[in-house]
């Protein structure tokens, strides 16, 4: 290439060399208009940052009150016992279970006119929930839960060696 196409190639490209400037530099620039206009910008965008919590920050998806739909009972050993009960809520009839934010939970049981209520806590571990109600028959249940729309299931997890067979309770919002 001689000096005549080279001056004309840098007549069409542009070389530069960039140096990185400190950020005060940028901020200052030469304009003091445009550093009150950026700093808002920035101070935004540290917010945002900041504001966005942990990954233990996680919104409960248990929360609520939840309706009895049914439930069934696989893998028994007596075979007579597999089988599927669906429950419709009226007046008479019907069972709810509400999770707290504070763990916290509540199980309403009403049949034929009759309501009895269970208090008791319970804990979420991944797509595990353990229910400790203050109660001799249902102490401590633990369960593998899906969320499926505002449709909740829970399977409970039980030792094979037990012979009890594995229910899955349905519930609704």
Known sequence: MDLTSIRAFSKYCIFEEKAEKPLFDLLVAQNPMKTFRRIPTLLGALFIVASC????????????????????????????QIGSTIYACSDSDCNTYTFNEDGSLKLVETLSGTTTVRNGTYSISDATVRLNLDDQTYSSKTYCYTLSGSTLYLKEILDKSTGKCETTTVLSK
């Open 53 to 80: 919590g942990s990954a233990d920050d996680q919104i409960n998806p248990l929360t609520g009150s939840w309706t009895l739909k049914g439930v069934s009972c696989q893998n028994c050993i007596d075979k007579s």
